[in-house]
């Protein structure tokens, strides 16, 4: 064990070392967080004040109040307070629950930096004669201050009143400055939809306000019902968990398994292999560069899992997660790491260069690649047939299994132990298979052999 | 407690192929032995044998007197007639890694890889990575990294290929003086005139069959010399006058010598002294079979069996001219 112990060391200190690892495991994360960063950052850069002028030009008269009105900045001032509000009101409850515990301001202040400061916008109404060229024009300017032209609104003749033999109402046309605030563009547009169709109520003789309210249906978000009761469903987030934790264990168990097979090759083809055989077993070897990997593998699962634990905390989701999850997610790296590890190790035995093994290993990489192409249906519906019989089958058990567990209806406790249990019982086989193909292969050098070959050896050695 | 190593109807094959068959060896503690044979003649799956790098289909091992090498890894040396290194891997590095693994410790390794290396005229190359060594140095590497441990057996797989002179001089020094330390060495070669120099006990092997197993002293003596060798003081000496000498039965010419064949039975001494009365010697030696000799001899008869049924008392084959009795 001692000695296995010590391949188990090189194995680490020789992969964690290697360009490629440090390249690919690690820098890639920091790049993909200081990424992050900079991109949070610049979203959440307050935006200036937006000053300036609004030129509407309006042949009905019966728009440029409501406009008006819907443009200052008192309106604007508390369309944004209700915004907010309707935002904090449809945050999961976990959310909520863990802005409070922290008892931070941080999502509303991140909110209100979000938006910017109320805008200081000037309604500049233009005669029905107005050169229209001319007031495009002064879109270009370059001037500064409450005088600049943002925007220019050209309300239709017919936009509140049908023209006669026409079904259909008039609209409007919307001029902007390059480079105006989105954010601002946006509450422009609504602020004339919303005045047109008041303009519209009230001369066909309904309250604006009834229009309004007729018009009105507010988003909601689903609640499933389980026999535990009703829950409230975060749709996007819940379908993204379970591919973030099979996707997980999928890279953990391909880097570090790759690692194995070519650390293997890289043994034998430097004819290293047999120095080393001189002074420890074949299984010691093999059991010490499996742990070696374990380890490696272990290291890219905590990486990636700390990062998402990060980018989780960092947007207040923290509360979707449940703790049991994580801890079963090691459970199953462990599983498909040994079965996957031995296959590699056996194949990396067995061949003289990398090229070599493609055609040993096409078939597990197609059969690694199932969970990828099924998480989709798997996750959308965990409690089928084809999602309760995948999760059982090992190897690709402990992908589904974690697509169903990190599902808005996970399966019941003797099916995840079920599942592990037959991981475990393949990995055993796959390991003690693999100690004997390790054995014989790794002294052969010339045709690599074929599954046959391969199994016949598991069997005589 | 004897015998270091002893292998008892050992048989490997390799699909129908038989690599070492019904193979029986002993070889003594203390012993220098050389394990000889053409190439692909079953010498390094046999080594792996005793290794426990392969093991056999049928017979048994032992090895210092366990039953497997497994349990005896830290007092053997070993080094793979393949040579292999971490490329990528410095000197002191690997040669810690391996010495860890043979269960030497870290204590020890820190003075011990300085002092092989000097040892070796390695000074200075313990930062350097394993690549950056010539061929040469990287197989003096792997032979300090066969004798970090002190092995009480130490087995070496063709140790002279692709030394130079002075490297193959310094590796008999070494070995010699690793055989006075009480070290049980046993190397194979297919140079056998290496054999000859420093064992003191040679075991030849032929298509995996052992086709001979004796000491150096005990070949000598059981490949008793039945040949002369006369370089004439005068080149143009007529050395056919020799022909009447009732003792000499054929003369083959090697280049300014001519090797006398003695007939069966006859008195060596008596003979010397007939021959350098007929023909002036400049030199006049008894010619020995060399191990090559003897091994061409035997693997020319086909078997072992077959090699007793032959005349061993023959003398060199050479590819000469060869002057007719």
């Given at each position: 064990?001692?000695?296995?112990?010590?391949?188990?060391?090189?194995?680490?200190?020789?992969?964690?070392?290697?360009?490629?690892?440090?390249?690919?495991?690690?820098?890639?994360?920091?790049?993909?967080?200081?990424?992050?960063?900079?991109?949070?950052?610049?979203?959440?850069?307050?935006p200036?004040?937006v000053?300036g002028?609004v030129?509407?030009?309006?042949?009905?008269?019966?728009?440029?109040?409501?406009v008006?009105?819907l443009l200052?900045?008192?309106a604007f001032?508390?369309r944004r307070?209700q915004d907010l509000?309707l935002v904090?009101?449809?945050?999961?409850?976990?959310?909520?629950?863990?802005?409070?515990?922290?008892?931070?301001?941080?999502?509303?202040?991140?909110a209100?930096?979000l938006v910017g400061e109320v805008p200081?916008l000037?309604?500049?109404?233009?005669?029905?004669?107005?050169?229209?060229?001319?007031?495009?024009?002064?879109?270009?300017?370059?001037?500064?201050?409450?005088?600049?032209?943002l925007a220019?609104v050209?309300?239709?003749?017919?936009?509140?009143?049908?023209?006669?033999?026409?079904?259909?109402?008039?609209?409007y046309?919307f001029y902007v400055r390059?480079k105006l605030d989105r954010q601002v563009e946006g509450e422009i547009k609504t602020a004339v939809r919303e005045s047109i169709?008041?303009?519209?109520?009230?001369?066909?003789?309904?309250?604006?306000?009834?229009?309004?309210?007729?018009?009105?249906?507010?988003?909601?978000?689903?609640?499933?019902?389980?026999?535990?009761?009703?829950?409230?469903?975060?749709?996007?987030?819940?379908?993204?968990?379970?591919?973030?934790?099979?996707?997980?264990?999928?890279?953990?168990?391909?880097?570090?398994?790759?690692?194995?097979?070519?650390?293997?090759?890289?043994?034998?083809?430097?004819?290293?292999?047999?120095?080393?055989?001189?002074?420890?077993?074949?299984?010691?070897?093999?059991?010490?560069?499996?742990?070696?990997?374990?380890?490696?593998?272990?290291?890219?699962?905590?990486?990636?899992?700390?990062?998402?634990?990060?980018?989780?905390?960092?947007?207040?989701?923290?509360?979707?997660?449940?703790?049991?999850?994580?801890?079963?997610?090691?459970?199953?790296?462990?599983?498909?790491?040994?079965?996957?590890?031995?296959?590699?190790?056996?194949?990396?035995?067995?061949?003289?260069?990398?090229?070599?093994?493609?055609?040993?290993?096409?078939?597990?990489?197609?059969?690694?690649?199932?969970?990828?192409?099924?998480?989709?249906?798997?996750?959308?519906?965990?409690?089928?047939?084809?999602?309760?019989?995948?999760?059982?089958?090992?190897?690709?058990?402990?992908?589904?299994?974690?697509?169903?567990?990190?599902?808005?209806?996970?399966?019941?406790?003797?099916?995840?132990?079920?599942?592990?249990?037959?991981?475990?019982?393949?990995?055993?086989?796959?390991?003690?298979?693999?100690?004997?193909?390790?054995?014989?292969?790794?002294?052969?050098?010339?045709?690599?052999?074929?599954?046959?070959?391969?199994?016949?050896?598991?069997?005589?050695? | 407690?004897?015998?270091?190593?002893?292998?008892?109807?050992?048989?490997?094959?390799?699909?129908?192929?038989?690599?070492?068959?019904?193979?029986?060896?002993?070889?003594?503690?203390?012993?220098?032995?050389?394990?000889?044979?053409?190439?692909?003649?079953?010498?390094?799956?046999?080594?792996?044998?005793?290794?426990?790098?392969?093991?056999?289909?049928?017979?048994?091992?032992?090895?210092?007197?366990?039953?497997?090498?497994?349990?005896?890894?830290?007092?053997?040396?070993?080094?793979?007639?393949?040579?292999?290194?971490?490329?990528?891997?410095?000197?002191?590095?690997?040669?810690?890694?391996?010495?860890?693994?043979?269960?030497?410790?870290?204590?020890?390794?820190?003075?011990?890889?300085?002092?092989?290396?000097?040892?070796?005229?390695?000074?200075?190359?313990?930062?350097?990575?394993?690549?950056?060594?010539?061929?040469?140095?990287?197989?003096?590497?792997?032979?300090?990294?066969?004798?970090?441990?002190?092995?009480?057996?130490?087995?070496?797989?063709?140790?002279?290929?692709?030394?130079?002179?002075?490297?193959?001089?310094?590796?008999?020094?070494?070995?010699?003086?690793?055989?006075?330390?009480?070290?049980?060495?046993?190397?194979?070669?297919?140079?056998?005139?290496?054999?000859?120099?420093?064992?003191?006990?040679?075991?030849?092997?032929?298509?995996?069959?052992?086709?001979?197993?004796?000491?150096?002293?005990?070949?000598?003596?059981?490949?008793?010399?039945?040949?002369?060798?006369?370089?004439?003081?005068?080149?143009?000496?007529?050395?056919?006058?020799?022909?009447?000498?009732?003792?000499?039965?054929?003369?083959?010419?090697?280049?300014?010598?001519?090797?006398?064949?003695?007939?069966?039975?006859?008195?060596?001494?008596?003979?010397?002294?007939?021959?350098?009365?007929?023909?002036?010697?400049?030199?006049?030696?008894?010619?020995?079979?060399?191990?090559?000799?003897?091994?061409?001899?035997?693997?020319?008869?086909?078997?072992?069996?077959?090699?007793?049924?032959?005349?061993?008392?023959?003398?060199?084959?050479?590819?000469?001219?060869?002057?007719?009795?």
């Amino acid at each position: 064990m001692k000695k296995a112990l010590q391949v188990a060391a090189r194995e680490i200190v020789a992969t964690f070392t290697s360009k490629g690892f440090v390249i690919g495991v690690l820098i890639t994360p920091v790049l993909i967080i200081i990424s992050a960063l900079i991109l949070s950052k610049a979203h959440l850069e307050t935006p200036p004040r937006v000053v300036g002028e609004v030129a509407i030009l309006d042949p009905t008269s019966e728009v440029t109040q409501g406009v008006t009105k819907l443009l200052s900045p008192a309106a604007f001032a508390l369309r944004r307070a209700q915004d907010l509000e309707l935002v904090a009101k449809n945050l999961p409850v976990s959310i909520r629950a863990l802005a409070l515990q922290n008892g931070t301001q941080t999502l509303p202040d991140a909110a209100k930096k979000l938006v910017g400061e109320v805008p200081e916008l000037h309604i500049q109404k233009l005669a029905e004669s107005a050169d229209l060229k001319r007031e495009k024009q002064a879109l270009l300017g370059k001037q500064e201050g409450p005088s600049t032209r943002l925007a220019l609104v050209i309300i239709e003749p017919d936009a509140v009143r049908r023209a006669a033999g026409k079904q259909d109402f008039g609209a409007y046309e919307f001029y902007v400055r390059e480079k105006l605030d989105r954010q601002v563009e946006g509450e422009i547009k609504t602020a004339v939809r919303e005045s047109i169709i008041a303009a519209r109520a009230k001369a066909y003789g309904m309250d604006p306000k009834e229009a309004e309210y007729l018009t009105d249906v507010p988003w909601v978000e689903s609640k499933g019902v389980t026999p535990e009761g009703e829950q409230k469903e975060h749709a996007a987030i819940a379908g993204l968990i379970p591919f973030a934790f099979m996707f997980l264990i999928f890279v953990s168990v391909m880097t570090s398994s790759q690692y194995l097979m070519t650390s293997t090759i890289e043994e034998k083809s430097s004819r290293i292999a047999e120095v080393l055989l001189s002074a420890v077993s074949p299984m010691e070897l093999m059991a010490g560069k499996i742990l070696g990997q374990f380890v490696v593998g272990l290291t890219v699962l905590l990486v990636y899992l700390g990062l998402g634990l990060i980018a989780l905390t960092s947007f207040a989701l923290l509360g979707l997660l449940d703790g049991w999850i994580i801890f079963y997610l090691f459970i199953f790296y462990l599983v498909s790491f040994f079965t996957f590890a031995a296959f590699m190790a056996a194949v990396g035995a067995c061949v003289n260069e990398i090229r070599e093994s493609q055609s040993l290993v096409m078939p597990v990489m197609l059969l690694l690649m199932l969970p990828i192409f099924l998480w989709v249906p798997i996750s959308r519906d965990p409690g089928s047939t084809l999602a309760v019989a995948l999760s059982m089958i090992p190897p690709v058990n402990s992908f589904f299994m974690l697509i169903r567990m990190a599902s808005s209806t996970p399966p019941p406790l003797w099916q995840i132990w079920t599942s592990i249990l037959l991981g475990l019982g393949l990995a055993y086989a796959a390991v003690w298979s693999a100690a004997k193909v390790f054995r014989v292969g790794l002294l052969l050098h010339g045709k690599p052999p074929d599954y046959r070959t391969m199994l016949r050896w598991v069997r005589m050695a | 407690m004897q015998n270091a190593v002893v292998l008892k109807g050992v048989t490997k094959a390799f699909g129908d192929k038989r690599a070492v068959d019904d193979l029986d060896l002993v070889i003594p503690r203390g012993s220098l032995c050389g394990f000889i044979g053409p190439n692909g003649a079953g010498k390094t799956t046999s080594i792996r044998m005793i290794m426990s790098i392969l093991f056999p289909d049928q017979g048994d091992i032992s090895v210092l007197d366990h039953a497997s090498a497994l349990e005896a890894k830290d007092r053997i040396g070993y080094l793979p007639e393949e040579r292999g290194l971490y490329r990528k891997m410095k000197v002191g590095a690997f040669l810690r890694y391996l010495g860890r693994l043979k269960g030497v410790a870290s204590a020890r390794l820190k003075s011990q890889i300085p002092t092989w290396l000097a040892r070796l005229d390695l000074e200075g190359v313990e930062g350097k990575r394993c690549e950056d060594l010539s061929k040469g140095m990287q197989q003096k590497l792997q032979l300090i990294a066969a004798l970090l441990n002190e092995p009480e057996l130490l087995i070496l797989d063709e140790p002279f290929t692709g030394l130079d002179p002075v490297s193959t001089r310094s590796l008999r020094a070494l070995l010699a003086e690793e055989q006075q330390r009480g070290t049980t060495i046993l190397f194979s070669t297919h140079m056998m005139a290496e054999a000859e120099l420093l064992c003191d006990r040679v075991v030849m092997i032929h298509q995996g069959r052992k086709v001979l197993d004796q000491t150096i002293a005990g070949i000598r003596a059981q490949f008793d010399p039945r040949s002369v060798l006369i370089e004439p003081l005068d080149p143009s000496a007529d050395v056919s006058r020799l022909k009447a000498l009732a003792s000499i039965s054929r003369i083959e010419r090697q280049n300014d010598s001519y090797a006398l064949r003695l007939q069966e039975g006859a008195d060596l001494a008596a003979a010397m002294r007939d021959i350098a009365a007929t023909v002036a010697p400049a030199k006049l030696e008894v010619q020995r079979p060399s191990l090559e000799d003897i091994f061409v001899q035997i693997v020319t008869a086909g078997s072992q069996e077959s090699a007793k049924e032959l005349d061993i008392h023959a003398p060199a084959v050479t590819e000469k001219g060869r002057v007719s009795a």
